[in-house]
């Protein structure tokens, strides 16, 4: 631990902050790896982890400062102890390469939630199938209910409404009659 005192105040600051990232970063890996993370990563103004999977660009997540963190400390370290005269090389090499990570995450995230959001479901298989109603659906297309299903290897809770004049309450089998863009057409079983 001598070369730790021997180390410039620069370095300290930039060698406790990469070790802080970095075991920052190992966490949210190991989380990610067991399922904890969720997949996503939540931004500062959506606090839910949904990942906005519209195809736009999110850079200030929560993994992506992390890497900005650890990522410019190591490379701020490094350039400090090369440099150890100079104090703006180190903070400017360390802002670019911290930016570079945050830019890479970011496309990341994106690229991930594209895989995502595929759309795996194939509507025209569900029509026919039977569902069970999960919030009453409104009679004549007055409003919106939900079913849930089993289908395609996987459940679902899907948006429903009916052409029948009556509502059709909670717990009721019904057929799925077609699939439009983003509900199901349903009726009486």
Same mark, same amino acid.
Request: negative net charge; aromatic residues 10%; proline residues 3%.
């Given at each position: ?39 996503? =990563? ?9 990942? =906005?999977? =519209? ?103 899907? =948006? ?30």
């Amino acid at each position: 631990m001598d070369w730790l005192k021997q180390l410039t105040a620069i370095e300290h600051v930039f060698f406790w902050i990469a070790v802080a990232a970095s075991a920052a970063l190992v966490v949210q890996i190991v989380l990610l790896i067991v399922s904890f993370g969720g997949g996503g =990563d939540s931004d500062f103004t959506d606090f839910d982890g949904d990942m =906005d999977t =519209d195809g736009g660009l999110s850079f200030f997540t929560i993994k992506g400062i992390t890497a900005f963190f650890a990522l410019g400390g190591w490379c701020g370290f490094a350039a400090a102890s090369y440099l150890p005269d100079n104090i703006w090389a180190p903070i400017l090499i360390a802002v670019a390469t911290g930016t570079a990570a945050l830019v890479a995450v970011g496309f990341a995230m994106r690229g991930v939630a594209r895989l995502q959001c595929s759309g795996n479901v194939v509507k025209e298989k569900l029509e026919g199938l039977t569902a069970t109603v999960y919030v009453s659906v409104p009679p004549a297309r007055t409003g919106r209910g939900k079913i849930t299903l089993t289908a395609q290897g996987r459940y679902m809770e899907i =948006d429903a409404v009916t052409d029948e004049e009556e509502r059709i309450p909670v717990d009721v089998e019904v057929e799925i009659v077609s699939y439009k863009e983003d509900f199901a057409v349903v009726k009486r079983k």
